[in-house]
C-alpha cells in the first residue's frame, strides 16, 4: 500500500484527526500545523510527532517535497487561499467546510484541481453522520420508495463563547452546506437553482459587519434531473433554539424526520398511522477495523471544544472522512466529495444568501462540470 505523509493544518478541532490518521495502514507519518507555540508543544509531546513535521507558518507546509498531503481545518476565510496554495504545490487536499466564501473562488480550487491532477475532498461532516448513512442506505436500497421531498436544517447559537470574531454577523447560507449537502447527496443530484427568503433582523451591530440583515435564511432548490424541490434553514444568531443540524426526508414507502431535541430519538413513518421513535445504528462496521472505533462519541478528545458542544460529536463522521480521503488517493480516483460536488454544495448556500438580499429572486447555480 502506499504510504502517505498529510499534514493537518488547524488545531482547534483539527487535532481530532491527528490519532485516526496515525492508526490508518495507509499513513507513513502525520505533521501539524498551528501558530500557537504550546499548542505544538502540548500535541508533538502527547502523540509523539516528529520535529521535521510541526509547522507554525503555514507557506512553510506546501514547500515540503515530502509531503503527500494536507488536511486544511481553519477559519473560513482562510479555506481558498490555503486550499489554492496546496494544489498548486501539487499536494493532496481536504478542507473543511466550506469550499470557500465566494463563487470565483470555487471556480479557482475547480480550475487547480484540474491542473494538478491531485484528490481534492471537502471534509463534510454531514454526509458521514451515522444518522444521514441510515437514510441514505434506506433511500439506496428502495426502502424509502419514491423521494418525493427532503428538508435540511443547520440552526446554532454562535454567540456562545468560543467562536472566532468572524463569526459574527456572517450570513446565514454563506455557510450552508451543513443543512444543504445531505439533501442533495440523498437524491444523488446537484442544485440547480434556488429562491430564498430573509427573515427576522439581527441586531444592528451583527447586521453592519457584514451587511446582512437577516436572523433566519430558508431557501427551496430546485435539483438537477429529479422533481423533487428540497428545503434548507439556516440561522445562526438572535435565535433562542437547542443546536440543530438535521435532514428529513419523506418517500412513498418510509419517511424519516431527524429528532426534536438531542439523544430523544428519531422519527420513522413506514406507512398510515405508524410511527416509532429510533435511534441509529453505529457505522463502525462501515470503516476498516484500524480506525473503526473513533465513530464513538468518548473518543473525541476534547469534548468542550464548542464545535462538539454544538455539534454532537459530528456524528461519528471523522473516521468516514480519513477513510474516504486516503483511498481516494491510494486508489487514483477522485473522492466522494470532490471539487465539483464541493463547488455545487457550496455555492448552494452562496447563491441562497444572494437570492435573500435581493428579495427572493431565483438564482441559477453554476455547473462546475
Known sequence: MKQITVVIVGMGFGKEFIPIYQKHPAIKRVGICTRNPETLKELKERFNLD???IFTNYEDVPKRADVDAIHIVTPVPEHARMTLASLNAGKHTACTIPMAMTVEDCKAIVEARKKSGKVYMMMETALYTREFLYGLKLAESGELGRIQFVRGSHIQDMSMPGWDEYWKGYPPMLNGTHAISPLLRINNTKAESVVCHGSGRLSEDLASRYGSPFAVETATFTLKNSDVVAEATRSLFDVVRQYRESYDVYGTKMSFEWEQLQDEGHSVFDGGENARRMECPDTDDMLIPEIAHFTKREKIDDPNHVS???????????PHLVQEFLAAIVEGRESAV????AANYTCAG???HESAMNGGKRIQIPDFE
Open 350 to 352: 452562496i447563491c441562497a
Open 338 to 341: 470532490d471539487a465539483h460536488m
Open 308 to 318: 462538539f458542544l454544538q455539534g454532537a460529536g459530528h456524528g461519528g463522521s471523522h
Open 51 to 53: 520535529d521535521d513535521l
